[in-house]
C-alpha cells in the first residue's frame, strides 16, 4: 500500500522558470523525505523535514508541511536541465521501519 | 568512497532459475533495506535488517529470501525467479532507522 501520493504525476515547464510537487499522505509521520531519481539511476536523497518542522530550504530546494492537511510540497526555483529527474516523497511511521513511497512526479526541464 | 555497492547491474534468468543479488555498504550503518521497483511506481520494501543479525519482512515478500551476512553485507536470494520479479531492485542503507536513505545503483532483473 502506498502511503505517500505525489501530484502531478509529470511536469513539463520550461527551463528557468519555478516546479512544484505535492505530496499527500494518510496517517501520523515523525518525518517525511523527498528523493530525486535520474533515469536509470538510484535515489538520491533530497530533503527531510520532521513533523515538528514547517518549511525547511536546502539551496535552491524548499520543502514545506502541514501536518494538518498531511500534505508537503517541494519547490525547486529557478529549474535547470539537470533538474529533469523524478521526485518521489517517503513518509516514516512511528510504528514500523518502513519508509512508505509515492509513485513519484516526473519532471522535466525544457532548455 | 564507495557507499552502497550492488551486484550484479544487469541480469537475465529464465523462469525456475535462482540467484543473489548483493549489496555491502563501507558507512557503518545499523539498517540496510533492499527495494523493488516498477514501472509507474513508488519503491515497495521487500525485506529489511534493522541491525545485524536481524531480518525481517517488507510489504512484498514472498519467493524473496535474505542473508545480513554482517554489518556491511545484505544479499538478496530468488530461488526460483518468476516473470513478476521482472523489476529493478535497489539495495539501501541508512545509520539510524527512519534518516535518510542511502541507495545503491540498481540492479535491472529480467525473467523470462
Known amino acids: 500500500s502506498q502511503q505517500g501520493e505525489e501530484d502531478p504525476q509529470a511536469l513539463s515547464i520550461q527551463e528557468g522558470e519555478n516546479a512544484t510537487m505535492n505530496c499527500s499522505y494518510k496517517t501520523s509521520i515523525n518525518n517525511l523525505q523527498w528523493y530525486r531519481q535520474n533515469s536509470g539511476r538510484g535515489l538520491v536523497h533530497l530533503i527531510l523535514i520532521r513533523s515538528n518542522e514547517r518549511e525547511k530550504h536546502s539551496g535552491r530546494l524548499r520543502v514545506t508541511l502541514d501536518t494538518s492537511k498531511k500534505s508537503s510540497s517541494l519547490l525547486i526555483t529557478a529549474s535547470r536541465a539537470a533538474d529533469t529527474a523524478s521526485y518521489f516523497c517517503a513518509t516514516d511511521l512511528d510504528s514500523n521501519y518502513q519508509l512508505i513511497w509515492g509513485a513519484g512526479t516526473k519532471l522535466i526541464i525544457k532548455p | 568512497n564507495a557507499g552502497v555497492t550492488q551486484t550484479p547491474k544487469f541480469q537475465v534468468l529464465k523462469t525456475g532459475q535462482s540467484m543473489t543479488l548483493q549489496c555491502a555498504q563501507d558507512?557503518?550503518?545499523?539498517?540496510m533495506y533492499w527495494y523493488r521497483q516498477d514501472p509507474g511506481m513508488g519503491l515497495r520494501l521487500i525485506y529489511y535488517s534493522a541491525s545485524e543479525g536481524t531480518t525481517d519482512k517488507g510489504e512484498v515478500p514472498n519467493g524473496y529470501n535474505v542473508s545480513r551476512l554482517n554489518k556491511r553485507e545484505f544479499s538478496l536470494r530468488l530461488e526460483s525467479a518468476a516473470p513478476s520479479q521482472t523489476s529493478v531492485y535497489f539495495c539501501a542503507s541508512t545509520p539510524i532507522r527512519g534518516e535518510k536513505l542511502f541507495f545503491g545503483s540498481g540492479t535491472q532483473l529480467s525473467v523470462l
Open positions: 558507512m557503518n550503518h545499523n539498517s
